[in-house]
């Protein structure tokens, strides 16, 4: 029996928004909704952080997915349970215990979002013959990235509407920049009176413009103010915690003692490496001081009701982000403090030379409903795709229930599943592979945005956050973006074998555009973002190639789970050579670390020539007909 016949246009971009969904949920979200609901920084970057454990560990029960229903069952159901964790946490949100019991149900999200990556990756490869595995391939990444940029922009911005809708209007804070603006005397801004307005509830700003001059300020001075501002916060009642700067450093210094590894091992090995490869450089240190700030101070009109507290949630709506929040992002008005003026403090970024101008928001609505809104908008959309794709999802002949099975035959099965995963051709050299392929890039993707930042004295192109932001988080995403579509077009055409090589030379000779870049420090922005665009396309581009070896060597019966295991190595190749590019970078400075990448290359390239792929895979039909006649 022959299944419709349904465009992966139907299917393919629904289903990786429906993947990628519910990790920037998981991990990127859950951050900023805790962050605006008072949370600590401590409590969030440590329970928060065991949310990515269900990714980690997915390998481990990807038999269970190939083994258990089809996967059009996993993926219809999956959505269905994230829709349910969505609603879940939108009805907690405003309990008394609500960190507890989002914490619970994001842990459902994140499983269930593992479990349907599984589905949706081996589905993937069920629906689709190679050629259009090949195909699609830049599709499903870029769909995938869409999902990264809605969860992380719209998502958040429909939170701030509600926010903004359901409480006292928003506070505008216009910062301006400019060389040409007297320096931060370090002084508090005075408050005019503002006891008992008439009129409705407000924030009151002690002025409509906050100007900042570009200069430096002494490090030393600066951390003594602004601990003195912070205290004043503090004692005020508008922070719950002091914070101070210094404290984190002053306790690291205290519980920091040697361990073997550093005594015996790292540090002679670093002061080798520092000694015989390390960039000669000499410092000026023309970047000992920090940015300039400017204080802005605000009130209540008037005095809220009994026992109702009003959080004031300020965060960027628009302008240059190389001017930031340093301290006063909630603040916390109450019957007691309302008349009192609570301090935000504003930075310039040190290198910044120019004018420049940014407004800051401050919304004091109903977070706990504004929040609730949201996940319940994403309980719907997930509630629409399971239906959607209960109907838009192809039923390929492949992708049917295992008869007749038992619990002896399951255990069975899951210990066959990773039996032959390690018994198929060339396993140690496609594992060799898997861990390899992406050893340079791994070690450049660390290093990329910090380069960017770091002064020129030391090794860096000294730009500001932001036009980094515009280069990397703009220009290179759109490079990226291209280079896997177009990646995905030519490999459908020519096949894996063909493009290889060529992807393989374009994702690692590209890297030559950093070293070009640490050697010359050009100043200009033009060069500086064909540098990237030209890095990150032939990144976007080369990896197709690693994404449809992880297919052609998942190829076969249980190939589900072989392909979830072959993403546990490709999680691994990154984790690796990660954890160690920062410590290298400081050993041998930015000259001499991109030329370390370089010849990292090498080792990709021995894992590529060992590699033996099927001339036909991810041709065309057609194609490969009239090859054969």
């Not at 990127?28 to 970057?45: E, F, P, Q």
């Not at 390899?436 to 660390?446: G, H, I, M, N, V």
């Not at 000294?462 to 515009?470: A, D, I, M, S, W």
């Not at 021995?606 to 099927?614: E, G, H, N, Q, R």
Request: proline share 4%; glycine share 8%.
């Amino acid at each position: 029996m022959k299944s419709k016949k349904i465009s992966p246009w139907a299917w393919i971009p629904s289903l990786y928004l429906a993947e990628g969904l519910p990790y920037v949920a998981v991990m990127t979200i859950s951050v900023i909704m805790y962050k605006r609901m008072g949370v600590s920084n401590t409590d969030i970057a440590l329970y928060t952080s065991w949310l990515y454990l269900p990714w980690v560990i997915k390998p481990f029960w990807s038999p269970f997915v190939d083994l258990l229903k089809t996967k059009r069952w996993w993926i219809v159901t999956m959505q269905l349970l994230i829709g349910a964790g969505f609603a879940g946490i939108a009805f907690t949100i405003p309990l008394p215990f609500f960190f507890q019991a989002t914490l619970a149900f994001f842990w459902l999200l994140a499983f269930s979002s593992a479990t349907h990556d599984i589905a949706a990756d081996g589905f993937y490869m069920l629906g689709l013959d190679t050629n259009q595995q090949a195909m699609y391939v830049g599709i499903r990444s870029t769909f995938y990235r869409v999902a990264t940029i809605m969860g992380q922009g719209v998502l958040i911005i429909l939170a701030g509407f509600f926010e903004s809708v359901s409480g006292t209007e928003p506070l505008k804070i216009n910062i301006e920049v400019n060389p040409q603006y007297t320096q931060s005397t370090l002084y508090l801004p005075e408050m005019n009176s503002t006891a008992g307005q008439d009129g409705e509830l407000k924030f009151i700003l002690n002025s409509s413009v906050i100007q900042l001059g570009t200069g430096g300020l002494e490090k030393d001075s600066l951390e003594l103010f602004l601990n003195s501002v912070i205290t004043q916060n503090y004692e005020n009642g508008f922070i719950l915690k002091k914070n101070l700067l210094g404290e984190n450093e002053e306790n690291t210094r205290k519980v920091k003692n040697e361990s073997w590894w550093t005594a015996s091992v790292s540090k002679p090995l670093g002061d080798w490496i520092r000694n015989n490869f390390g960039e000669k450089r000499e410092t000026v240190n023309e970047l000992n001081k920090a940015g300039n700030i400017a204080i802005a101070a605000v009130t209540l009109s008037q005095k809220p009701e009994d026992g109702k507290e009003m959080i004031l949630n300020t965060s960027m709506n628009s302008g240059d982000k190389s001017i930031s929040l340093i301290h006063g992002e909630r603040l916390s008005f109450t019957g007691t403090n309302w008349d009192k003026p609570a301090y935000l403090v504003f930075q310039a970024d040190p290198k910044l030379t120019v004018a420049a101008s940014a407004e800051y928001k401050g919304l004091s609505g109903n977070i706990p409903f504004a929040w609730s809104i949201t996940f319940f908008v994403l309980a719907g959309l997930f509630i629409f795709f399971s239906f959607y794709h209960k109907i838009a999802l192809p039923k390929p002949d492949s992708d049917k229930l295992h008869p007749l099975l038992t619990t002896q035959s399951i255990v069975k099965e899951f210990s066959a599943t990773f039996v032959s995963f390690f018994k198929k051709p060339q396993a140690a050299v496609a594992i060799f592979f898997m861990l390899t392929f992406r050893f340079s890039e791994a070690q450049l993707l660390k290093l990329i945005n910090p380069f960017l930042l770091d002064s020129r004295d030391i090794g860096g192109l000294g730009l500001t956050t932001g036009e980094v932001g515009l280069v990397y988080g703009t220009i290179g995403i759109i490079g990226l973006t291209l280079g896997g579509i177009i990646g995905g077009v030519v490999a459908s055409k020519g096949g894996l074998k063909r493009w290889l090589w060529p992807m393989t030379l374009s994702m690692l000779l590209t890297i030559a555009t950093f070293m070009y870049l640490s050697f010359t420090q050009t100043g200009s922005l033009l060069v500086v973002n064909i540098c990237v665009f030209a890095e990150q396309f032939g990144y976007g581009f080369g990896f197709t190639a690693y994404m449809l070896y992880l297919m052609y060597y998942s190829d076969g019966e249980q190939k589900t789970a072989h392909y979830a295991i072959c993403t546990g190595f490709m999680a691994l190749g990154m984790m690796i050579p990660g954890m160690f590019a920062g410590w290298l970078q400081e050993l041998l400075g930015y000259n001499h670390f991109f030329v370390w990448v370089m010849i990292c290359s090498i080792i990709p390239i021995i894992a590529v020539a060992l590699l033996k792929i099927d001339p036909d895979y991810g041709k065309a039909k057609e194609k490969q007909e009239q090859l054969k006649k």
